[in-house]
Nanobody, 114 residues
Framework: QVLLVQSGGGLVQPGGSLRLSCAGSGINFSFDVMGWYRQAPGKRRELVATLTSGVTNYEDSVKGRFTISGDINDNTIYLQMNSLKPEDTAVYYC?????????WGRGTQVTVSS
């Protein structure tokens, strides 16, 4: 069974930083793409950032503040979040795809508040 194990997250003040990690387990293959999504209360789940074969992609509101890194060949990614804003508050989900199957982590809460 494929599992995406997430760690990190928590409560931080505006302007602070957090780092999320995601590692795949129970896998004997590499994903095509891995990334992060988030869902704020009352809103749809939205893409934050993706990583595939060394190419990164970011949602406009996080460009210049968030950095996705890792190695999808090792099924491990990270999300470094700097200059956090209250509007970044959400549950963050790790995502991975090996066509045509998609996998999701359980989610981790990130709260930005003073």
């Amino acid at each position: 069974q494929v599992l995406l194990v997430q760690s990190g997250g928590g409560l931080v003040q505006p302007g602070g930083s957090l780092r999320l990690s995601c590692a795949g387990s129970g896998i004997n293959f590499s994903f095509d793409v891995m990334g992060w999504y988030r869902q704020a209360p009352g809103k749809r789940r939205e893409l934050v950032a993706t990583l595939t074969s060394g190419v990164t992609n970011y949602e406009d509101s996080v460009k210049g503040r968030f950095t996705i890194s890792g190695d999808i060949n090792d099924n491990t990614i990270y999300l470094q979040m700097n200059s956090l804003k209250p509007e970044d508050t959400a549950v963050y989900y790790c995502y991975a795809r090996r066509w045509p199957l998609e996998h999701w982590g359980r989610g981790t809460q990130v709260t930005v508040s003073s």
